[in-house]
């Protein structure tokens, strides 16, 4: 069965910083693969996804994320966050052809400081 | 941009009583789910729905829920009987086809008393 694993329930860093929130998921076959954001009060945004090709992917607001197959993992990125970033990040994996469904993570829920 | 769209954001009721929650997904939209996230728990899928069938459910979707499109735009989600631990926020979405991202819409938090 697919899942999804979200190690950080929570990260603070500062405005500015660099920001990598980890992602691992365990599927048979090539997976889809995901990064939601969810801001208080809103519903889940798509930042960015990977279906194939280039393992680095580039998503909305400047994130980016790396598929690697090798460690099941694809570890989203933002080189300088900004307090607007603040929210709950979800994983998620998808099938490539057969359960239509997604499988999220817990999230992680980012707070930024000033 | 298109979006999905979901009514009521927040609704309260009485457990035994039916609810009814109520989506608009993207207007060229084919396939349509509900998921739903209880509080401090992973985001579940309930349901997929295609062609006026339902494509896929989790276990947890069991006889007291049911979806349809009752008319071209909307996409309905009903609990005949709700009980405490349906306590939850229920998302919708839409995709265009099968096995690609999906877009989700705010939710709205189903809160059984």
């Known amino acids: 069965a697919q899942s999804v694993t979200q190690p950080d329930i929570h990260i603070t860093v500062s405005e500015g910083a660099s920001l990598e929130l980890r992602c691992n998921y365990s599927y048979g076959a090539t997976p889809y693969l995901f990064w939601y954001v969810q801001s208080p009060g809103q519903g889940l945004q798509l930042l960015l996804k990977y279906f194939s090709g280039d393992t680095l992917v580039q998503g909305i607001k400047g994130f980016e994320a790396e598929f690697k197959r090798s460690q099941s993992s694809f570890n989203l990125r933002k080189p300088s966050v900004h307090w607007s970033d603040a929210a709950e990040y979800f994983c998620?994996?998808?099938?490539?052809?057969?359960?239509?469904?997604?499988?999220f993570g817990k999230g992680t829920k980012l707070t930024v400081n000033p | 941009e298109p979006e999905v769209t979901q009514t009521p954001s927040h609704q309260v009721t009485q457990m035994g009583q039916e609810v009814i929650l109520r989506c608009v997904p993207i207007?060229?939209?084919?396939?349509f789910y509900w998921y739903r996230q209880i509080l401090g728990q992973k985001v579940e899928f309930l349901v997929s729905?295609?062609?006026?069938?339902?494509?896929?459910k989790s276990e947890i979707f069991d006889d007291q829920f049911s979806v349809e499109r009752p008319d071209g735009s909307n996409f309905t989600l009903k609990i005949r009987s709700t009980k405490l631990e349906d306590s939850a926020m229920y998302f919708c979405?839409?995709?265009?086809?099968?096995?690609?991202?999906?877009?989700f819409g705010q939710g709205t938090r189903l809160t059984v008393v």
């Open positions: 998620a994996v998808g099938s490539q052809g057969g359960s239509e469904k997604l499988v």
């Open positions: 729905f295609y062609n006026n069938e339902i494509s896929e």
């Open positions: 979405a839409s995709t265009d086809r099968r096995n690609t991202e999906a877009f």
């Open positions: 207007s060229n939209h084919l396939y």
